[in-house]
């Protein structure tokens, strides 16, 4: 593609050269020919060609009074190809270069995949699950929000999580699209829930002020808030995982550090997008090695210890996708902690997700489902479930529930 493009460039600037060098080269010719202008001006004395007889009456020595002595136009047109058409050939040449190289520079510029594509979109690291997405020719948007937000067995709350509002104040799909963010604070350590709650605090406040598309957007949240951990959490020893998702003009991305996970509902299959920055791992790599027995990797105690979290003066690693996902409607986007997804499996997740009519739905049943598990020192859980729908039918319903109110 980029060859024919040039191609078409070079084969521009030659169309352009052989059309215009005729044309100088007229208008050079018609320099040379002799004026057919009558000269009020007398032969030099000095000619060294002998003056031959004409018919034709002298010139008078003047102009007579009155009449203007006519301009040789055509003179002067041609004087001035002569001395100057290359350089405007060239002057225009180069301006038809600059701007066919901006076309193409602009053509080049890199695209998210669109349906169809065969690139698949897979996360960094070695999620077992990640697939290929492809996408749906549909307007896809954010149609409802739902969550749970439960303290468990616990003493203290240490799972944050928060949502940018779906609508401007025009109730208008937000052009930054929306922002969803779960943080879940290390049990046991000083401070855990202030961290959680001081990055989803600062990703929201600071998101409505992001520029530029949603990869840059993200990058740019997450350095915020490594900036503020250590601004006032370096010394306090606390930690906390962080997940945030942008769904915007139905793409989803998305940055995740920690052992939280962020999964999506497609035709009935739970999905994790993510991998888990834990202990387990490691074990899992040593017992494909040898080095350990696979029951020795799975009753590890300190398997679901943290390799990479906010705090504690750390460097986390950051997972996100190869590119953005594109998203279908009847998608639900899942984020949640450990506490859920570690008392719940996927089939049961996969069978309440599929069963209620919405997301608020789907997050009531699987808190009820968490609850009745009884688990002993049950953990903090949250989760945020983003359904997603074409927008037509969205605004649908949004205009019916309108003309029901009295």
Partial sequence: MRAKKLFSILLAMML?????????????????????????????????????????PAPTSGAE????????VSGQLGFFVQQYGLMVLLALAVIVLVVLLALLARSKKKKPAKMGQTKPVQP?????????????PERPVVAQVGNLHNIGQRAYQQDAFGVSPLLDEKMRFQSRGVLAVLADGMGGMKGSGELSQAAVYTALKRFPHMPGDMRETLASLTSDILNMVQTHFADSGAGSTLIMANIRGGMLDFISIGDSRIALLRSGKLM???????????????AAQGLLSWQEATENLRRRALTSYLGQGTEPAIDFPAEPIRLQCGDMIVLMSDGVYGTLDDGTLERHLIRSKNAMEAAEAIEKEVLSACKRNQDNFTAVLIEIRDELEVWDEINAKKERKP
């Avoid at 050269?17 to 044309?23: E, H, V």
């Fill in 272 to 286: 994790t997008l993510n991998r888990e920055h834990n202990y387990a791992a490691t074990l899992h790599q040593q």
């Fill in 124 to 136: 960094i690291g070695d999620a077992p699950q990640a697939q290929q997405l492809l996408g749906s």
């Fill in 16 to 56: 352009m050269i052989f059309t215009l060098f005729p044309i100088q080269a007229v208008l050079a010719e018609t320099t040379n020919q002799p004026s057919q202008t009558t000269s009020t001006a007398e032969p030099p004395a000095s000619s060294a060609v002998p003056t031959q007889r004409s018919d034709t």
């Fill in 65 to 72: 009074p009155g009449v203007e002595t006519p301009v040789d």
